[in-house]
């Protein structure tokens, strides 16, 4: 019986040892492939090129890119490709959606808009909940200029990007910055203005339409061309847009801005009913 129990325990210890040794080897595993993971970054390869609201010509121009410049791409549609937005790029929260405490801007309701300009006609880039914090840059009567919170994003024409093997390297603050004199100044905000009236003046002009009715999940349906619908008294339409803008508004009525990309799809460029 001794012999026996004994037997047992030297069963039961090497098993143990076998199993610390495994799940060791499984971390060790783990934690190659965690740091072997790197992000799809892209380059610009023209001398400008615009980064925009939405993937069309129509959306605002949130910064004017320079050649060279590196961009973290998440996605692509339509001939456009979504990037991450740089953290000197401003976006715009209503004044009394936010408590401002020194530099800090504490969100005090959920489904709280952030768009591409002080407008409430201006593109919807993304939404934050009560709680959040943004980063004030300036206050401005009615709105208020945050920096965009990591997950933000903004689109160029991919035809102008090539690939970018590495991660870019961290932006020189501001503060740290060489001065610039009044003059050299001046004289860039008058050439990038110019440049951007004339770019606008060369775009073609977009009609969005408006379609009304209730959003929906589209379901496992095969050959599917989005996950959400819109259902309306004409008939059903297929809704392509920002997800997180589609699900706040999910099982309601609502009047969509957008284009009819395909017959049965619409891209959303805003949800009129919303009160930011």
């Known amino acids: 019986m001794w012999r026996r129990k004994k037997g047992r325990n030297k069963r039961q210890k090497l098993l143990k040892e076998m199993c610390k040794g495994f799940t060791i080897s499984v971390i060790l595993f783990l934690g190659i492939e965690l740091n072997s993971y ?50 000197d790029i401003g976006v715009y929260v209503y004044r009394e959606l936010v408590s401002i405490d020194g530099v800090q801007a504490i969100v005090v ?78 004289e860039k905000e008058k050439t990038e ?24 999940d589209v379901g496992r349906i095969w050959g599917r061309k989005s996950k959400y619908k819109l259902i309306t008294t004409e008939g059903i339409y297929y809704l392509k847009g920002p997800n997180q803008l589609i699900l706040s508004h999910m099982g309601e009525e609502v009047t969509i801005e957008g284009e009819k990309v395909d017959e049965d799809v619409i891209y959303i460029h805003r949800i009129i009913d919303e009160d930011n």
């Open 38 to 87: 790197s992000a799809t970054y892209k380059q610009v390869a023209v001398e400008h090129l615009y980064l925009r609201a939405g993937p069309n010509k129509n959306f605002e121009i949130l910064k004017r890119l320079k050649k060279g410049d590196i961009l973290e791409s998440v996605g692509n549609k339509y001939g456009w490709t979504q990037v991450i937005l740089p953290s």
């Open 109 to 186: 309701k959920n489904r709280v808009n952030l768009r591409a300009k002080p407008s409430l006609n201006s593109t919807i880039l993304g939404q934050v909940n009560k709680g959040d914090i943004l980063k004030v840059v300036e206050v401005k009567s009615d709105w208020v200029k945050v920096q965009p919170p990591p997950d933000l994003t903004g689109w160029v024409k991919s035809e102008y990007l090539k690939e970018y093997e590495f991660k870019p390297v961290v932006e020189i603050p501001e503060e740290e910055k060489p001065p610039v004199s009044e003059k050299e100044k001046t």
């Open 193 to 216: 203005k110019e440049e951007e009236q004339q770019a606008i003046s060369n775009e073609p002009e977009i009609n969005y339409q408006f379609f009304r009715g209730v959003i929906a």
